[in-house]
């Protein structure tokens, strides 16, 4: 996969807020590894008030858990960065918001803080629609860590127009 510059970022928000905007949705991100980059790329679309709702940025396992309902457990048990915590936080992100579809995700940017069976680039993105199932996908991205979270956004985004 390709790393997307800013002007491919940019069309695939607009692709997106066209898509959100026609079918009368509304979108909510919780996002940790990318820090705010997919909510920052969405409203770089003129008109984004639209259908963006809200972003929730949760970085510690604390703002997991106060945030986006993600269990202790969970946490304790699979980590941050896994499948399971992906999806509490997608769910959790629809809860706690108005939106009808969401997006999360958590990953390990880099340089540090990889190792076995979890390396740099591995990120785990979480999508659901309100009253929907949520679903999950496990990336291994390469690069460094702007690389990295470009790689999380673009696959982000690219997610939710497919489940659109």
């Known amino acids: 996969m390709s790393i997307p510059d800013d002007a491919e970022l940019l069309h695939l ?12 949705e509304r979108l ?4 940790s590894c990318t820090g ?17 709702d809200c972003g929730m940025a949760a970085y510690s396992y604390e703002a997991k858990q106060a945030l986006l309902g993600v269990r202790p457990q969970t946490l ?9 915590t992906a999806i509490e936080m997608v769910s959790g992100a ?32 979480g999508w659901k629609r309100r009253g929907g ?4 996908q496990v990336f291994q991205f390469d690069g460094d860590r702007d690389a ?3 790689q999380t ?12």
């Open 28 to 31: 909510v991100t919780a996002e």
């Open 36 to 52: 705010g980059w997919i909510a920052k790329a969405v409203t770089d679309v003129a008109g984004s008030s639209d259908w963006f």
């Open 148 to 150: 990295v979270r470009r």
């Open 13 to 24: 928000s607009e692709t997106l807020g066209r898509q959100l905007r026609d079918g009368r």
């Open 133 to 136: 199932y949520a679903r999950a």
């Open 153 to 164: 956004v673009g696959a982000a985004l690219r997610g939710l127009a497919e489940l659109l």
């Open 76 to 84: 304790e048990t699979h980590g941050a960065v896994s499948r399971e």
């Open 94 to 125: 629809l809860v706690n918001s108005g939106a009808s579809i969401a997006v999360a995700v958590t990953g390990i940017a880099g340089p540090g803080g990889g190792g076995p069976g979890k390396p740099v680039g591995t990120v785990w993105i």
